[in-house]
């Protein structure tokens, strides 16, 4: 942990930085695995929605 002191002695504690990396592309397989989940997801929330205009 980085900690300055000013003069009248009160302390700063800064915490360490995480080194940054840039993000890879995904993959076909990852870009396939996301197309599923959105998929599923619209699904899922469009089945909700039904369900609840046919409850009500």
Do not use: C, H, K, W
């Not at 989940?37 to 909700?48: N, P």
Request: a negative charge; aromatic letters at 12%; proline letters at 5%.
């Amino acid at each position: 942990m980085y900690t300055t002191v000013n003069q009248e002695g009160i302390l700063n504690n800064y915490a360490t930085e995480p080194q940054m990396y840039y993000a890879d592309y995904p993959s076909p397989q990852q870009q396939r695995q996301y197309a599923l989940q959105g998929a599923f997801a619209t699904l899922l929330v469009a089945t909700v929605i039904l369900v609840a205009l046919g409850v009500s």
